[in-house]
Structures are given as structure tokens and as C-alpha cells.
């Protein structure tokens, strides 16, 4: 089966050796995606101190800056926002953001509804509150 690496030139670069995108067949399959931007350091939502220990976030704008950089990504590879299947959603703080969380993704994803499933982590690689991993078709 083929296997085609895709990126996006809207969304930001990743931390590791891995693409935004993996092709197979008809399915699209995405790697985490954070909140930051394309070609900036900066975490939208979150303030860190000298040490880049977290002093605060916005949970509510770092959701919608990972929603963006997800149809970037999308749309850049092939797919659309309509052809999520499913999400998995990483949380650092399930107490204090499930609830905002949860009421922008029905704004984003109420149409979709694709399958979803979100956990609570005690960190992710960089800090940030939020990381979506995605699967889609190609049509």
C-alpha cells in the first residue's frame, strides 16, 4: 500500500522527525497538533516565565488555534474538516478545561461529529494545554 508524508505550509513545524500528515489509501492519518504557530516560538494562550515553566494559559485560545492549525493541515494534505472520522484530544488539566473544551469542540465539530475520545495526560512536549490527533478520509 502506498504511503505518502504530507505537510502543511500554514501550520506550525514539528518538535520531532515526523510529518504533519500520513497518507494510506484513501485515509489521512495526523500527527499531534498543538496550538503554536507557523514560524513563531510563541504558545497562543500561554505565558511563560524566564524558565519556560507555564504561568498561565487560556485554554479557550489555545482550543481555537488547534482547531485552525487541524483544517490547515486538512486542507493542505487532500482532505477537509467534513472528512474527520475521528479525534483523539489530550488534555493536561481535564478539571479546569473539560468544560470549555467540550463547548468548543460542539461549535467546531457539531456538524462532523466525528468519533472522539479525550484523555487527560500529565504533560505534553511542549507547553501546552491541548493536542489533537486526527484521522480523515481523502475523497
Known amino acids: 500500500m502506498d504511503k505518502e508524508l504530507l505537510n502543511s505550509p500554514r501550520a506550525p513545524l514539528a518538535v520531532g522527525q515526523y510529518p ?13 497538533v498543538g496550538p503554536r504557530k507557523r514560524d513563531s516560538k510563541e504558545i497562543p494562550g500561554v505565558t511563560l516565565d524566564e524558565n519556560g515553566k507555564i504561568l498561565s494559559y487560556d485554554i479557550e485560545v489555545q482550543c481555537r488555534a488547534v482547531f485552525d492549525n487541524i483544517r ?5 494534505c487532500g482532505s477537509s474538516w467534513e472528512n474527520m472520522v475521528d479525534v483523539t484530544v489530550f488534555l493536561t488539566n481535564m478539571k479546569d478545561d473539560f468544560k470549555t473544551y467540550n463547548r468548543l469542540y ?3 465539530f457539531g ?13 505534553l512536549p511542549t507547553p501546552i494545554a491541548i493536542e489533537l490527533k486526527v484521522m480523515a478520509t481523502i475523497v
Open 111 to 123: 456538524e462532523v461529529q466525528p468519533c472522539r475520545t479525550t484523555v487527560e495526560i500529565n504533560c
Open 20 to 32: 504533519h500528515a500520513r497518507r494510506v489509501g484513501n485515509l489521512l492519518f495526523l500527527s499531534g
Open 72 to 76: 490547515y493541515i486538512l486542507e493542505d
Open 106 to 108: 460542539a461549535e467546531y
